[in-house]
């Protein structure tokens, strides 16, 4: 993750029963609201619709950026003792938890690529659509099969909702475009898609998150739903300015890990996922078969790793990347070999599925976007066709067998 990295964050699909939820942090912008609470059924309890088939009525990925799993799903401020993202821990224990689960490589956009395409197409960087001074490698365009075109081509609706994107279809980098920005497309993977770029028919389902309550309630609510907060809400921070109407900002970068910036970020990403979640556990497209996806691109930035790219952790799984010694993209003391995105959280909420369940599998965003497909009736992107390296999540959502 460099600085400027995004965390993938998952959310699985929500419960039945009603967890109970305190009102959110005035500082977070959002009104209080309660989440449908998990049962207290053991795990594989609940009863899967469908008998056990592996179908998902609706998905739903939440992204969050360059936290470990350690680092936020039972982590304790020291500060105050307490929990520092008590939410996100909640769901972990009352739903599923991938406690093995990997951002496939670093940068903060290969990830997104990653989970959206299946590959990370031989780019370790955060270079985005237009040119920039700053970038080393020049611009991404990526003119590749994704899971948009694949959606497209079975009729399933889909909405990307990006937070503090000023309007729907919205081609710029970056926005603000001027002082810091808080919304940046190495965050919307989606936009950074030749096909989808080059269309604005289908570029218009890429919207403001502010749009997705109303659309979740509509008669024809998308299937497919990512969801990016912004720079100030994913835990990436690194605005520096006031931006009118998102009271999260300014954000400095932290200096380190559990300092009490890194803290207070993650309150008000644990507060964005609530909302989030209750915003979609309360609407008409959470039915039976649906899941949430939670989790973070990557792991967390390391200033004293300079040699990985200043990264936490360079471990990986499931066709991670292995590059070579002194890569220019990472570093030229890079000693080569896996690349991996390093342990990031992943949680799962399923509405009808198994509770209190854990699974020690390997897992990375492959997996993530292999069950999708699956569940969706869609072909294999990529490297989600190498069954011999990544494996399904069903037993997070059905309960049933692992393969």
Not at 4 to 22: E, I, K, P, Q
Request: with cysteine; glycine share 8%; aromatic share 10%.
């Amino acid at each position: 993750m460099r600085r400027h990295r995004t965390v993938l964050m998952t959310v699985a699909a929500a419960a039945t029963a009603v967890l109970a939820v305190g009102a959110l942090s005035a500082a977070s912008g959002y009104p209080a609201a309660a989440l449908p609470a998990a049962s207290s059924t053991a795990s594989g309890g609940s009863a899967w619709r469908g008998g056990g088939s592996q179908r998902l009525d609706h998905v739903f990925i939440i992204m969050e950026e360059n936290h470990s799993q350690d680092h936020t799903i039972g982590d304790i401020n020291p500060a105050t003792g307490k929990l520092s993202m008590p939410f996100l821990t909640k769901l972990s224990s009352e739903y599923g938890q991938a406690t093995n689960y990997y951002g496939v490589t670093h940068t903060s956009e290969p990830n997104y690529i990653a989970a959206t395409s299946g590959s990370i197409w031989d780019v370790n960087n955060d270079d985005e659509w237009y040119p920039d001074a700053s970038y080393k490698f020049g611009v991404n365009h990526y003119d590749h099969t994704n899971i948009v075109d694949e959606l497209d081509a079975s009729h399933i609706p889909w909405a990307a909702y990006m937070q503090a994107m000023p309007k729907a279809g919205y081609l710029p980098d970056s926005w603000p475009t001027t002082g810091s920005a808080l919304y940046v497309t190495k965050h919307n993977p989606f936009i950074l898609y030749n096909d989808i770029h080059d269309n604005p028919t289908v570029a218009r389902n890429i919207q403001p998150y502010s749009n997705m309550a109303s659309e979740l309630n509509s008669r024809h609510a998308p299937r497919y739903v990512w969801i990016s907060p912004d720079l100030c809400t994913d835990m990436h921070l690194g605005v520096y300015n006031a931006v009118k109407g998102f009271p999260e900002t300014p954000c400095q970068y932290s200096n380190s890990i559990n300092d009490p910036i890194d803290e207070h970020s993650k309150t008000v990403a644990d507060n964005f996922i609530k909302h989030a979640v209750t915003t979609i556990t309360h609407s008409r497209a959470w039915t039976g078969n649906s899941a949430i996806f939670i989790t973070a691109d990557e792991t967390d930035f390391d200033a004293a790793n300079g040699f990985n790219g200043q990264y936490l952790s360079t471990a990986g799984c499931c066709d991670s990347p292995s590059l070579p010694a002194g890569d220019p993209e990472i570093s030229a003391s890079w000693p080569g070999g896996l690349y991996g995105g390093g342990l990031v959280p992943m949680v799962v909420i399923s509405r009808n599925g198994p509770r209190h369940v854990t699974d020690t599998t390997a897992y990375n965003h492959y997996s993530m976007l292999l069950t999708i497909e699956e569940g969706l009736g869609l072909g294999k992107l990529g490297n989600t066709s190498d069954a011999a390296q990544v494996k399904p999540m069903w037993s997070l959502i059905t309960g049933g067998h692992r393969r």
